[in-house]
């Protein structure tokens, strides 16, 4: 890796302010005449950073370690890979010769641009800023090992190539998050036969792709939102997720209608023809859950990264999380599962995942304690009253269905002993 | 005895039973109370959180009136049925993590897994009166038609009097039997009219009415009803009682082409279905019925085609769109909270209040009252709270639970008259 120190600088950086990063994405002309064929450029390092509004923000991170070079060039340069990926902001990181610091007005010049220039060795300072007091030198994660897990791991397998080469290559240049939905799982599915979910190294990456679907699944539940709370009319979430999913009503119907006579064509059922995403009805739970808690699903991509390298590492399963919130792991739990299930992986492979979480689960759940020994509690008497129909001597009289009041059995309590109480009913 | 009575209703039924007997227990039930608790359980754990299982066990007992030793097969009753994930230590439950779908059908699903171990005749008896119950008050001696033995027949009855979801009245020297669930308000009232009228008649009457939510009384009056809908002149008469004395009187919209109109509703469910909470919202949903419902058939100049669409607008846009009887149709709704009425030049449109997630839920109780669907079971929200908020919450609702129960038991209306009754009786 070319400027690795920097990139892993900026890259620890990004991650440790709760951002979801990659390092080297390459860029190709989206919507070209000859696809990804031709590589322009690669971004240092590319973030997603959560808004409070419920969407994502791209920001871009450069790195040079060129002496000579230009500050206001390179600055310009980053403005035009933003304006590319409509990234909010930006970063520049120069390592520069120390008689020829950055003017103070090519640092203003990049703020108007929306981008924040820096020296190498002024990086610190502003990194312990940014993430006062520490910042993140400290940082478990390396980029290094998430490009283990994203390209090294292909070459060994090579016929897990066509997932990996989706995440690294063309999954950021789809030019939108619902293109990245389909997509994804259309990557997983064609290498469901190639997951061993006995080898960690498989499980983490699967994790990694099942936390870039969770990116477009984010935009996704933002959205629908937005629109619609939380709703519990399966048609009104049926619609508006097909209609995004699919760039609007026209085109759904239009490659919807190709694609039922392409099944009718082949012999295929009536249920093959539908063309929404895979397990139709378990991603409209997934969302619907989602919007329970709508800023999670903007975390969901991060929790997926760490548990990827964890496990990839051999680590405790999220160890690292300092008393996670129990609904965002169980939403990682579930968007995993339908991730694995819509790609259909081994199912060991969704049970190995749900086992995980589980287990990181309990010590979190809701009115876990962290300690074996619980404080002092309030006991609670529990009173039931127990019927069991009494029957008179006469049984005429129960026939003629005359109404009786009869006496109730008494009353019973939680803990023996304890004297019975009159009936209250 | 369960005459073509599916997954679905038999579990809607038992959870209205086990709400209604609150902490009460029956020998005589086994699967029914384990399907009704699954279910009551299931309502208030969707979209909820990972809950630590003892925490669970103290709300369950405490608040939904759980017995101790029934949360761990309930649970796992829903873990059979995929509703739950189980974090285990041996054969201890450490946590819950829930799943509970929110469109599939919860009751259908859980039904099903609960109905792999047969009911007994006690239970199939007791959900057959349910059923007819749902429909309709009924005399008593109209169930003799079960074919059940008499012993049995009278057993189900007691435990559903001691119980709660049955109600006996009095009304012209019958026993009339009443679903306090579907019948939450005027008991009384219903069980004179079926006393009166005949059950199969008011049962009849009633399904037309669920079918034509909110039809405006004058329109039932001239004997005009939608296509589909024929009632005769004695069932005309049994539809406009329902709108009269002893009756809760029906929303009202006072417009200036038409005069006072008035809008007519089914029974309004009972506490089982509808929290007392929730009785705002449900008035604010009739409210809104009523208000579409007068642009929809009572228009001084154009009709609107579709009163659901109007709601669906309504809940998506934020908005109706201005028009001229806006101020006169959504009036009643403005007072509600439901939203405001905003001037356009000589017209008035009507936008919702979204500060209020309540409005939401109105909007979609509404669109439930124009389907004809039944209302489902709301979760009690202090419930929803306890099971994310964690220990610190739900002592705190123990605690008040505690004291709130300490209440003395209002006098209905029977107990009343017969105490006025002892007390004057024998002055001249």
């Keep these: 890796m070319k400027d690795a120190g920097q990139k892993d600088l900026l890259y620890r950086h990004f991650r440790a302010r709760g951002w979801y990063a990659l390092t080297e994405v390459p860029v190709y002309n989206r919507g070209g005449a000859f696809g990804n064929k031709y590589l322009i450029t690669d971004i240092d390092v590319f973030a997603l950073r959560p808004s409070s509004d419920l969407r994502w923000e791209v920001v871009i991170g450069d790195c040079k370690t060129k002496k000579g070079e230009s500050p206001a060039n390179r600055v310009l340069w980053a403005r035009s890979l933003m304006d590319q990926f409509s990234a909010t902001s930006g970063i520049v990181l120069l390592r520069r010769d120390p008689k020829k610091a950055i003017e103070a007005d090519h640092k203003l010049f990049a703020h108007k641009l929306g981008i924040a220039l820096i020296e190498e060795p002024d990086f610190d300072v502003y990194d312990r800023a940014m993430l006062y007091p520490s910042g993140s030198a400290s940082f478990s994660e390396s980029a290094t090992t998430l490009q283990s897990v994203r390209i090294t791991l292909s070459e060994r397998f090579p016929r897990l190539a066509p997932l990996s080469e989706y995440l690294n290559a063309k999954a950021w240049n789809e030019p939108d998050h619902f293109l990245l939905l389909r997509h994804s799982l259309g990557a997983g599915q064609q290498v469901r036969n190639e997951i061993d979910p006995s080898r960690d190294d498989h499980m983490a990456l699967v994790f990694e792709a099942a936390g870039v679907f969770s990116v477009a699944l984010a935009t996704c539940v933002g959205i629908v939102f937005h629109q619609y709370l939380q709703t519990n009319e399966r048609q009104s979430l049926d619609y508006a997720l097909k209609t995004l999913i699919w760039g609007g009503r026209e085109q759904y119907d239009y490659i919807a209608g190709l694609y039922s006579r392409i099944i009718e064509a082949k012999g295929g059922t009536e249920e093959n023809k539908d063309v929404s995403l895979p397990l139709w009805s378990a991603f409209l739970q997934l969302v619907r859950s989602h919007t329970d808690a709508p800023h999670f699903s903007f975390q969901i991509p991060q929790l997926l990264r760490v548990a990827a390298l964890d496990i990839f590492d051999s680590k405790p399963f999220l160890a690292s999380l300092n008393s996670p919130d129990s609904m965002l792991l169980k939403l990682g739990m579930l968007t995993v599962s339908y991730f694995i299930d819509a790609c259909r992986f081994p199912p060991e492979t969704k049970t190995r995942a749900k086992e995980l979480f589980t287990r990181r689960i309990a010590s979190v759940a809701v009115g876990a304690s962290p300690i074996v020994s619980r404080p002092a509690q309030s006991i609670h008497i529990q009173r039931t009253t127990e019927i069991s129909p009494l029957r008179s001597v006469d049984g005429a009289e129960q026939a003629a269905g005359k109404s009786n009041s009869r006496p109730m059995e008494p009353e019973q309590t939680a803990l023996p002993g304890i004297e019975t109480p009159e009936p209250s009913r | ?428």
């Excluded at chain 2, 469109?103 to 006690?122: H, M």
């Excluded at chain 2, 679903?179 to 009232?189: I, K, L």
């Excluded at chain 2, 008649?201 to 329109?219: C, D, E, H, M, Y």
């Design chain 2, 1 to 428: 005895m369960l005459q073509n009575m599916g997954p679905e209703e038999v579990a809607l039924r038992a959870q209205d039973i086990v709400v209604c007997m609150e902490r009460t227990r029956s020998t005589e039930y086994d699967a029914l109370n384990n399907l009704g608790l699954a279910v009551r359980m299931a309502v208030h754990l969707r979209g909820a959180p990972p809950v630590d299982f003892e925490l669970l066990k103290r709300v369950a007992v405490h608040v939904l009136n759980f017995q101790t030793a029934e949360v761990r097969p309930v649970v796992t009753l829903l873990a059979d049925a995929e509703f739950v994930d189980l974090h285990t230590e041996g054969t201890t439950i450490k946590s819950v993590i829930p799943n509970i779908p929110f469109f599939e059908d919860l009751y259908q699903n859980v039904g099903t897994v609960a109905l792999a171990s047969p009911l007994t005749e006690a239970e199939q008896l007791t959900l057959e009166i349910t059923r007819r119950l749902a429909e309709s008050p009924v005399a008593r001696d109209s169930l003799a038609s079960l074919g059940a033995e008499a012993r049995l027949m009278n057993d189900v009855l007691e435990i559903g009097n001691e119980g709660g979801f049955i109600l006996t009245r009095r009304a012209r020297g019958r026993d009339i039997l009443v679903s306090p669930t579907y019948f939450g308000e005027n008991e009384a009232a219903y069980a004179d009219l079926v006393a009166a009228k005949g059950a199969g008649r008011v049962k009849k009457v009633l399904n037309a009415l669920r079918s034509i939510q909110g039809w405006p009384l004058v329109l039932i009056e001239r004997g005009k009803l939608p296509s589909g809908v024929t009632l005769d002149a004695d069932e005309l008469a049994v539809l406009k009682a329902l709108a009269g004395d002893g009756f809760v009187r029906p929303p009202a919209i006072q417009t200036s082409h038409h005069g006072t109109n008035y809008f007519l509703f089914g029974p309004r469910p009972g506490v089982a279905r509808l929290p007392l909470n929730k009785k705002a919202v449900f008035e604010a949903a009739m409210a809104l019925v009523a208000a579409v419902r007068q642009g929809q058939l009572l228009p001084a100049a154009y009709a609107i085609k579709s009163p659901p669409a109007i709601l669906r607008a309504l809940r998506d846009k934020g908005f109706i769109g201005a028009n001229s009887e806006a101020l006169e149709q959504y009036q009643q709704v403005a007072l509600l909270k439901v939203g405001r009425l905003e001037k356009h030049g000589a017209m008035h449109r009507f936008v919702l209040n979204t500060e209020r997630p309540e409005n939401y839920e109105a909007i979609d109780l509404a669109l439930n009252l124009l389907r004809g669907d039944e209302v489902q079971a709301h979760p009690e929200e202090e419930v929803v709270l306890a099971l994310r908020k964690g220990d610190a919450y739900v002592e705190a609702l123990i605690g008040r639970k505690h004291l709130v129960n300490e209440n003395p038991v209002p006098l209905n209306e029977e107990d009343r008259v017969e105490l006025e009754t002892l007390l004057y009786g024998g002055r001249t």
